[in-house]
């Protein structure tokens, strides 16, 4: 059985920094493309970052050089650090898995950027 689960998420003030973590298990996190999504009120779910399999990284221009996502493999565990957050950050973040045919989510993490 597949899980994803994410935490971190919480209440911070603008240019503020928060670290979202999911921690997967029935799957090996470095095989996998894995991503953060997230989700405001009202609005699609977009992503966020994304780390392949290789290791190449890639970023939504709104996030560029204020997030950085990770993984470390011995904790199969997959990393997003939130720096400078603004409130239009304020959203649900889930983690994501793809491998072929697989696709996972995880339950998703609130995050506020609120002064």
């Known amino acids: 059985q597949v899980q994803l689960v994410e935490s971190g998420g919480g209440l911070v003030q603008p240019g503020g920094s928060l670290r979202l973590s999911c921690v997967a298990s029935g799957i090996i996190v470095s095989i996998y493309d894995m991503g953060w999504f997230r989700q405001a009120p009202g609005k699609q779910r977009e992503l966020v970052a994304i780390?392949?399999?290789?290791?190449?990284?890639n970023y939504v221009d709104s996030v560029k050089g204020r997030f950085t996502i990770s993984r470390d493999n011995a904790k199969n565990t997959l990393y997003l650090q939130m720096n400078s957050l603004k409130p239009e950050d304020t959203a649900v973040y889930y983690c994501?898995?793809?491998?072929?045919?697989?696709?996972?989510w995880g339950q998703g993490t609130q995050v506020t950027v609120s002064s």
């Open positions: 994501n898995a793809n491998l072929g045919l697989s696709h996972y």
């Open positions: 780390i392949i399999s290789g290791g190449s990284t």
